[in-house]
């Protein structure tokens, strides 16, 4: 939910930035802008859309010699994606970036503007910098007017702060919403996340909620937020870029689907025995005293929560609860301290999501995370974190995060099922011998692509799409329908497919289309009965299943698997590129589709 960059140094200033921005732009991308301070004069730049209206706007600007500069690609939250609303944010004499949410904006804006403020813009940032100014005015420090601001602002932050009061300095401060510095070679930068710097730094430091300071060309400091000097850790930052390139696939989702079988071997590796599960990062007394699992998340990764309470049930016999995040968080929760929350997150910066797990620690319970993120908020608050090693994930619709999500969900419900004694341990080594086969299944074969792009073609219309399932193929056809809206924009619902009957099922006809998740090896002939009723009422039928189905128009035939769960996972292979197809034809972005960002770190 925005992406911000900054820099200081002699090196191109412009092109560092850029750069930098453009490996953020999945965060936002409603307009982009930067700004650089050189011989105490701002050059300012900003554009509506994509990075690529920027990068056009910046071609004759040249900035040579010592610099600093800060960017940002926004998704925008408060006023209309305008050149206006685009950051960076001026004041007299000094710019902002921001990400997150000022919650106390309009109270600071009616008090600056009767100092006689005029605001430009509709957003909660701007107010950042002329309340930074009107305490300048005051205190003539700017380090104090910084502070002196930040203790006034409520809410969800990362800001960067450059002033022509301090030409050589970046002022920063991180309050639930991500920033890193990177340390280059006589060089610094500052990224909302790691990969913009993969590169350019050996080195970064992961800043902490409620840390503040400013960066010149030969100082870092940093403070708590009680303004105590911190000395900060510096950690090492990964080499190589080339995994999060589009090796030679039409979009980062391409790509990312293609890379399923290759990360869930990842996510395995190391983590089975013959008949245990083993998760070196988890310590068993995690799990004393825990009588039920709450698992907490948003849209994709709720999903993969929603599949797994099924499978903690069944396999490991413990009550399994499931809750969206954003419902969660204001519903006055019972909690127990009986309970493991467990939030599952791609990003661990999801604001919701992060919200929730603080709520649950303050209650005092153990907590949990699921991520694929090291170091992001959710790791570093929870009291313990598996993480899915899917790689770095571009493309907004999630993939391969949720793949891998879903094995370390299935692992997690064979740990436990050993720790409570509910599968036996030649059971145990039956599931884990299916566990190993999973990177098998979703490898995606030429005949199986080509016959989803060629049938792809007759669902570009309609009135609406029904995905539906039942047991753990109901999350997977919610899962589905939401891969569908989110790239192609057209209207699709999961259901489970025993409910359709209770309402949904007076929507059918021929120009509502069902697209039914017929596993052979979990509960096929109720759902066979549930997708003859809408065939008798004539909506288009798409079956996806192991074997033919006389009442279908159209029909995917996966392969034949012995478990259920395999059957899971190439069917999610099937609906991820069923979507892929669809949007292609329809001619839209499918890495960055409109009005989605990919970490939202708002509420
Ligand atoms: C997935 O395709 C979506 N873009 C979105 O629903 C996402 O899963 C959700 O925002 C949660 O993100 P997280 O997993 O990073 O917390």
């Given at each position: 939910?925005?992406?911000?960059?900054?820099?200081?140094?002699?090196?191109?200033v412009k092109d560092i930035l850029l750069d930098g921005l453009s490996e953020l732009e999945y965060r936002g991308y409603d307009s982009a802008g930067i700004a650089v301070?050189?011989?105490?004069?701002?050059?300012?730049?900003?554009?509506?859309?994509?990075?690529?209206?920027?990068?056009?706007?910046?071609?004759?600007?040249?900035?040579?010699?010592?610099?600093?500069?800060?960017?940002?690609?926004?998704?925008?939250?408060?006023?209309?994606?305008?050149?206006?609303?685009?950051?960076?944010?001026?004041?007299?004499?000094?710019?902002?970036?921001?990400?997150?949410?000022?919650?106390?904006?309009?109270?600071?804006?009616?008090?600056?503007?009767?100092?006689?403020?005029?605001?430009?813009?509709?957003?909660?940032?701007?107010?950042?910098?002329?309340?930074?100014?009107?305490?300048?005015?005051?205190?003539?420090?700017?380090?104090?007017?910084?502070?002196?601001?930040?203790?006034?602002?409520?809410?969800?932050?990362?800001?960067?702060?450059?002033?022509?009061?301090?030409?050589?300095?970046?002022?920063?401060?991180?309050?639930?919403?991500?920033?890193?510095?990177?340390?280059?070679?006589?060089?610094?930068?500052?990224?909302?996340?790691?990969?913009?710097?993969?590169?350019?730094?050996?080195?970064?430091?992961?800043?902490?909620?409620?840390?503040?300071?400013?960066?010149?060309?030969?100082?870092?400091?940093?403070?708590?937020?009680?303004?105590?000097?911190?000395?900060?850790?510096?950690?090492?930052?990964?080499?190589?870029?080339?995994?999060?390139?589009?090796e030679g696939y039409r979009f980062f989702m391409e790509k990312e689907i293609y890379e399923q079988s290759q990360v869930i071997s990842d996510t395995l590796m190391g983590?089975?025995?013959?008949?245990?599960?083993?998760?070196?990062?988890?310590?068993?007394?995690?799990?004393?005293?825990?009588?039920?699992?709450?698992?907490?998340?948003?849209?994709?990764?709720?999903?993969?929560?929603?599949?797994?309470?099924?499978?903690?049930?069944?396999?490991?016999?413990?009550?399994?609860?499931?809750?969206?995040?954003?419902?969660?968080?204001?519903?006055?929760?019972?909690?127990?301290?009986?309970?493991?929350?467990?939030?599952?997150?791609?990003?661990?910066?999801?604001?919701?999501?992060?919200?929730?797990?603080?709520?649950?620690?303050?209650?005092?319970?153990?907590?949990?995370?699921?991520?694929?993120?090291?170091?992001?908020?959710?790791?570093?608050?929870?009291?313990?974190?598996?993480?899915?090693?899917?790689?770095?994930?571009?493309?907004?619709?999630?993939?391969?995060?949720?793949?891998?999500?879903?094995?370390?969900?299935?692992?997690?419900?064979?740990?436990?099922?050993?720790?409570?004694?509910?599968?036996?341990?030649?059971?145990?080594?039956?599931?884990?011998?299916?566990?190993?086969?999973?990177?098998?299944?979703?490898?995606?074969?030429?005949?199986?692509?080509?016959?989803?792009?060629?049938?792809?073609?007759?669902?570009?219309?309609?009135?609406?799409?029904?995905?539906?399932?039942?047991?753990?193929?109901?999350?997977?056809?919610?899962?589905?329908?939401?891969?569908?809206?989110?790239?192609?924009?057209?209207?699709?619902?999961?259901?489970?497919?025993?409910?359709?009957?209770?309402?949904?099922?007076?929507?059918?006809?021929?120009?509502?289309?069902?697209?039914?998740?017929?596993?052979?090896?979990?509960?096929?002939?109720?759902?066979?009965?549930?997708?003859?009723?809408?065939?008798?009422?004539?909506?288009?039928?798409?079956?996806?299943?192991?074997?033919?189905?006389?009442?279908?128009?159209?029909?995917?035939?996966?392969?034949?698997?012995?478990?259920?769960?395999?059957?899971?996972?190439?069917?999610?292979?099937?609906?991820?590129?069923?979507?892929?197809?669809?949007?292609?034809?329809?001619?839209?972005?499918?890495?960055?589709?409109?009005?989605?960002?990919?970490?939202?770190?708002?509420?």
């Amino acid at each position: 939910m925005c992406g911000i960059v900054g820099y200081i140094g002699k090196n191109s200033v412009k092109d560092i930035l850029l750069d930098g921005l453009s490996e953020l732009e999945y965060r936002g991308y409603d307009s982009a802008g930067i700004a650089v301070l050189q011989d105490s004069n701002f050059s300012i730049y900003k554009a509506v859309g994509k990075l690529e209206n920027l990068k056009n706007k910046t071609k004759e600007f040249h900035p040579k010699g010592f610099s600093i500069g800060i960017g940002h690609t926004r998704w925008a939250t408060h006023g209309k994606p305008t050149e206006l609303n685009a950051h960076p944010h001026i004041g007299e004499n000094s710019y902002v970036v921001h990400n997150g949410i000022i919650e106390n904006y309009q109270e600071l804006k009616q008090r600056l503007s009767t100092e006689g403020v005029h605001f430009l813009s509709q957003t909660d940032t701007e107010v950042i910098v002329h309340l930074f100014e009107s305490h300048l005015k005051r205190l003539k420090s700017p380090l104090e007017a910084f502070r002196a601001a930040l203790d006034e602002l409520h809410g969800a932050y990362a800001i960067l702060l450059i002033t022509k009061s301090a030409p050589d300095t970046i002022f920063f401060a991180k309050n639930g919403s991500p920033m890193l510095i990177g340390l280059g070679k006589d060089e610094k930068h500052f990224a909302s996340s790691d990969t913009p710097l993969i590169g350019l730094c050996k080195d970064v430091i992961y800043l902490y909620d409620g840390e503040n300071g400013y960066l010149t060309s030969d100082a870092i400091e940093v403070f708590s937020k009680s303004y105590e000097k911190i000395t900060p850790v510096h950690k090492a930052l990964p080499t190589s870029k080339l995994s999060a390139q589009k090796e030679g696939y039409r979009f980062f989702m391409e790509k990312e689907i293609y890379e399923q079988s290759q990360v869930i071997s990842d996510t395995l590796m190391g983590r089975l025995s013959k008949d245990t599960i083993l998760f070196e990062e988890l310590d068993e007394k995690l799990f004393e005293g825990i009588n039920e699992i709450k698992l907490c998340a948003c849209g994709t990764s709720y999903h993969s929560a929603l599949a797994a309470s099924y499978l903690f049930e069944r396999f490991a016999k413990i009550r399994c609860s499931v809750e969206i995040a954003s419902e969660f968080r204001y519903k006055e929760p019972m909690m127990s301290k009986d309970t493991l929350f467990v939030v599952i997150s791609q990003s661990g910066e999801t604001a919701d999501t992060l919200e929730t797990l603080k709520m649950a620690q303050a209650a005092g319970l153990k907590t949990l995370v699921i991520c694929n993120v090291d170091n992001s908020s959710m790791v570093r608050a929870a009291d313990a974190s598996i993480l899915t090693r899917a790689g770095i994930e571009k493309g907004v619709a999630s993939t391969k995060a949720f793949a891998t999500q879903m094995v370390v969900f299935w692992m997690l419900s064979l740990y436990l099922a050993k720790l409570r004694s509910s599968l036996t341990s030649a059971q145990l080594a039956e599931q884990i011998l299916l566990l190993r086969e999973i990177p098998a299944t979703v490898v995606v074969s030429d005949d199986l692509h080509e016959k989803i792009r060629r049938l792809s073609k007759r669902y570009l219309h309609g009135h609406g799409f029904f995905f539906i399932g039942r047991d753990v193929f109901y999350p997977l056809a919610l899962e589905g329908a939401l891969k569908l809206k989110e790239i192609s924009y057209l209207h699709a619902e999961g259901y489970p497919s025993g409910e359709m009957k209770h309402g949904p099922i007076a929507l059918a006809d021929p120009e509502l289309f069902t697209i039914a998740l017929m596993p052979v090896n979990l509960l096929y002939d109720k759902t066979k009965s549930n997708v003859e009723e809408l065939s008798a009422r004539d909506s288009t039928i798409c079956a996806i299943s192991a074997v033919a189905f006389d009442k279908a128009d159209d029909f995917i035939q996966i392969k034949e698997h012995k478990h259920y769960m395999h059957e899971f996972f190439e069917m999610m292979v099937v609906l991820q590129l069923f979507s892929l197809e669809i949007s292609v034809r329809l001619g839209n972005d499918v890495d960055m589709p409109r009005n989605l960002a990919k970490s939202v770190t708002v509420e």
